[in-house]
């Protein structure tokens, strides 16, 4: 099946996400060039760089910094970083890196100074964009992309839903959206039929609860869901009918009252356990204490890792997220992460050809041979990953990488930073059951309406 290039994955520009891992400490951390060097390519670097960068021809290296998070644990952000520096021996890249959870704050902080560092910035969400932006914190991308004749419909519209105020303040660089992961070698002990790329929410519960055995530290749960309360929401705005800003929530209820049910019989850890000891998601899957995981499809990425460098040597595949009885197969939930360059830099130049070689299809077909996927979505990019070494055999396994319909985790507005408050606060008092869902229900449109200045 080949991947469709329709607009609800354009339009996956529109928010993001939920869809990043999270893990991992603050650090700070310079990243040097390989020995060896290349060959120069064209276009490596802009002739005003070059002009305006008397020290690259005297030999100092030119030093760029750049925002990411959980840097060590996914090649998401590595896998660019050094194949720049392999074409750019004369650069030097300052990887200024910080835990998923901390990203936001830790960046809202650096450029409140309005310092110089960081010159580039990856994006965690469409929200954090649109107030950088309002702060006038990002730097417009508008005028670099006319100068160098930038070919944008490479991004099959995606660049131009990333505009914000009719400027462009970042270029698509990744995509995710959720799939199901799924253990073969756990599915092969229980003589059960692996996850179809066809299944309804209610035949995963019911595999769920199949899949669910033992008892204490040996248990093995049918499924696993992450504290996000997109774990739960995702699947209330997957059919595209609503997003997470509405004057009325009561489209979630149903949903709900799956997870808590999940959670009451036991198919999946329970929402208060992961949140005291702090237990990640990846842990859970790689040790095989769940049989199914929902997750973006980063975590590809991190499994492949994960059996390169011999971390786990069971076998995994994945499938297409479960949908509602009420759509088809194919329907699914995501975002895009753009990469922008800070108002503040003094590295202009260096720091648009970095985010120019960031977002192009070069680096789409780095990434790809890494498992990760880019703003650049190919039928040959999803070759590429469905192809590279640790991504699971056969075909199944391919068709799960592709999609028909795309929504939003998050839509484009302004205030969604605002509203992720509530719609996580309240996810937090459902789940341990402080609120009932029908209270949490009232309690989030009362807040957001508060926000939104409904009332």
């Keep these: 099946m080949k991947l469709k290039k329709v607009s609800a994955f354009i339009l996956a520009a529109a928010m993001a996400a939920s869809l990043t891992a999270c893990g991992g400490g603050n650090k700070e951390a310079e990243t040097k060039a390989p020995d060896t060097t290349p060959a120069a390519t064209e276009g490596s670097t802009t002739e005003a760089a070059k002009e305006e960068t008397p020290e690259a021809a005297s030999g100092e290296k030119q030093v760029l910094s750049v925002t990411t998070w959980d840097y060590d644990t996914t090649p998401q952000f590595s896998a660019v970083v050094d194949a720049y520096m392999e074409k750019n021996p004369n650069v030097e890249i300052k990887v200024i890196d910080t835990s998923a959870d901390e990203y936001n704050n830790s960046l809202g902080i650096s450029l409140s100074a309005a310092q110089a ?3 580039v910035i990856w994006v965690k969400d469409m929200g954090s964009m649109l107030q950088m932006a309002d702060k006038n914190q990002l730097l417009s991308l508008d ?21 914000y105020k009719d400027a462009t303040y970042g270029l698509p660089y990744r995509s995710d959206w959720y799939v199901l992961y799924y253990n073969k070698d756990l599915f092969d002990a229980a003589g059960v039929e692996y996850p179809s790329n066809d299944m309804t ?6 595999l769920a609860a199949k899949m669910t055995s033992g008892e204490g530290s040996a248990k093995v749960y049918g499924s696993h869901n992450h504290t996000w309360q997109a774990l739960v929401t995702n699947w209330a705005v997957q059919d595209g009918e609503h997003t997470v800003v509405e004057k009325d929530y009561g489209f979630l209820k149903p949903w709900y009252e799956e997870a808590l049910a999940l959670q009451d019989n036991g198919y999946i850890q ?4 992961l949140k005291t ?18 997750m973006g499809t980063w975590f590809i990425a991190t499994m492949m890792q994960a059996q390169a460098e011999g971390e786990t040597d069971f076998n ?37 050809d970095f985010v120019k070689f960031a977002s192009s299809e070069e680096a789409a077909d780095i990434l790809a041979k890494q498992g990760v996927f880019t703003g650049i979505q190919t039928d040959e990019s999803i070759k590429t990953i469905a192809s590279a070494e640790y991504f699971p055999e056969g075909d199944s396994n391919k068709e799960a990488l ?21 719609l996580d606060e309240v996810h937090e008092m459902i789940m341990i059951k402080s609120y009932s869902i029908d209270e949490g229900i009232a309690e989030l449109n009362k807040r957001v309406a508060e926000i939104k200045g409904w009332n």
């Design 270 to 273: 329970d929402y208060s356990t």
């Design 277 to 294: 000891a702090n237990i990640h998601y990846s842990s859970v899957f790689k040790n095989q204490q769940a049989a199914m995981m929902p």
């Design 402 to 422: 592709t999609y028909t319909h795309y929504s939003f985790d998050r839509p484009l507005d302004p205030q969604i930073e605002e509203i992720r408050k509530p």
């Design 117 to 119: 560092d960081p010159d």
């Design 143 to 163: 005028d670099l992309i006319k100068a160098d004749n930038v070919d944008l419909s490479v991004y099959s519209g995606a660049a131009e839903q990333l505009m």
């Design 201 to 206: 929410w209610q035949e995963f519960y019911d």
């Design 316 to 352: 995994w595949g994945v499938a297409r997220i479960p949908h509602p009885e009420n759509t088809d197969t194919g329907y699914t939930v995501g975002a895009v992460t753009p990469i922008s360059i800070s108002a503040y830099t003094d590295q202009k130049d260096l720091a648009w």
